[in-house]
């Protein structure tokens, strides 16, 4: 059982920054796949980014490259999505996600993590 909380979010000019945090419960952060993902009004949801146990792999959506960036401190259980460069299209609720336990790898699919926090709603005006 795990229980994620993201907070960060805000409104910001396009341009700027953001950086997203996601608290995790329990003492086996670091065995969990990670990800976050976002999703607008009536749009489905999509992947942003993930990382692997160990912060060693990371993979980004295309629409992000470049200006988003995950990370993960084990000892804090916690990930963080540092958005730069933000543009209006990144506007959405944004939830990080866990694996299961022992599942130690990214992915891009939603339907492959067992954990979601509530989300946090970010906000990019033009």
């Known amino acids: 059982q795990v229980q994620l909380v993201e907070s960060g979010g805000g409104l910001v000019q396009a341009g700027g920054s953001l950086r997203l945090s996601c608290a995790a419960s329990?003492?086996?952060?670091?065995?969990?796949?990670m990800g976050w993902f976002r999703q607008a009004p009536g749009k489905e949801r999509e992947f942003v980014a993930t990382?692997?146990?160990?912060?060693?792999?990371?993979y980004y959506a295309d629409s992000v490259k470049g200006r988003f960036t995950i990370s993960r401190v084990n000892a804090k259980n916690t990930v963080y999505l540092q958005m730069n460069s933000l543009k209006p299209e990144d506007t959405a609720v944004y939830y990080c996600?866990?694996?299961?336990?022992?599942?130690?790898?990214?992915?891009?699919?939603?339907?492959?993590?067992?954990?979601w926090g509530q989300g946090t709603q970010v906000t990019v005006s033009s």
């Open positions: 996600a866990a694996r299961a336990v022992g599942v130690a790898l990214p992915s891009i699919h939603s339907s492959e993590y067992d954990y």
């Open positions: 990382i692997n146990w160990s912060g060693g792999s990371t």
């Open positions: 329990g003492r086996t952060f670091s065995s969990h796949g």
